[in-house]
């Protein structure tokens, strides 16, 4: 889940936290050149880093899918697509066109079109796995079960494509957000990896809660919660480090948790009565 580079993440963070868009096709007309292959163009171009070829998820949520929470028409798109979702962390654009992000809209409209993805495993066995042998609830939490020391998984499924949850399970720490040091950026403030030393020398190691000027709390693996002065205190955060350990899966359960795992699509995944 690595985002690089401001400009790319100010242009293809598409709604990077926050499911979008919309319920119908559009027929709006859109001046210059409107056709539907421009539209895949340029969102291949300045989105699919975020939310995948076709929409099919990534660092950013799935845009293939039947109904997504926000923006049923191409001006609604056009306008999270221009102005960001500051509470989401998301800038507008600036690098394209007026028209060009009609056209991006436009295509995103279509995405939910797209057959939902045929995955080999057997999800059952995947549920059995993630809930025992995987010891996965040891960290994440679906629809109420589990810990929350890692992230909530009840709507991963939305939000992931099976490649990028294949590779968060066999190796956890080579997909991560890196974020680009913007505090807005929601990869630099999402379960970022701190190892804090206080002034007689005990370490805690954990991920982020909250941070200010003067100091960090941090949540440790026993689900204790920490508090540091930064003046009294060695903050080390490493960017790119995963607490998540690797399980002895073979390949066949593998792809069992990952057909469970994407299955996990929460409440809105067919509905948008959210709104």
């Given amino acids: 889940m690595r985002w690089k580079g401001f400009k790319a993440w100010s242009v293809t963070l598409l709604i ?32 699919s880093r975020c939310h995948g070829i076709e929409g099919a ?35 507008g654009t600036w690098s394209l066109s007026e028209n060009e992000v ?23 066995r995947g549920e059995a796995i993630f809930f025992g042998q995987g010891r996965c609830t040891n960290c994440h939490i679906v629809e109420g079960r589990g ?13 992931r494509n099976a490649d ?48 200010d000027s003067f100091t960090i709390q941090v949540l440790d693996r026993r689900g204790r919660f920490h508090s540091f002065r930064k003046t009294e205190s060695t903050i080390e955060k490493q960017f790119g480090r995963s607490l998540m350990t690797e399980r002895e899966l073979t390949d066949e359960q593998i792809e069992d948790l990952v057909a469970y795992l994407a299955s996990l699509r929460g409440a809105t995944w067919n509905s948008v009565s959210d709104q």
Wanted: hydrophobic share 35%.
């Fill in 16 to 47: 990077a936290g926050t499911p979008l868009v919309a319920t119908a096709q559009a027929t709006e007309p859109v001046a210059g050149d409107g056709s539907p292959e421009r539209g895949e163009q340029i969102y291949n171009a300045q989105c």
């Fill in 57 to 91: 998820g990534g660092q950013g949520p799935m845009l293939a899918r039947p109904n997504l929470p926000k923006g049923r028409s191409v001006e609604a798109i056009a306008t999270i697509v221009a102005d960001g979702l500051p509470d989401g962390g998301m800038p």
């Fill in 102 to 124: 009609q056209l991006v809209a436009r295509y995103v409209l279509t995405l939910g079109q797209i057959p939902v993805e045929d995955l080999p495993g057997d999800r059952a």
């Fill in 147 to 159: 810990e929350g020391f890692g992230p909530e998984l009840t709507d991963v499924g939305a939000r």
């Fill in 164 to 211: 990028n949850l294949r590779r968060s399970i066999t190796d956890p720490s080579d997909d991560l957000p890196l974020g680009t040091g913007v505090m807005g950026d929601p990869a630099f403030a999402s379960h970022l990896t701190v190892l804090a030393t206080d002034g007689s020398g005990d370490e805690v190691l954990g991920v982020r809660l909250n941070e």
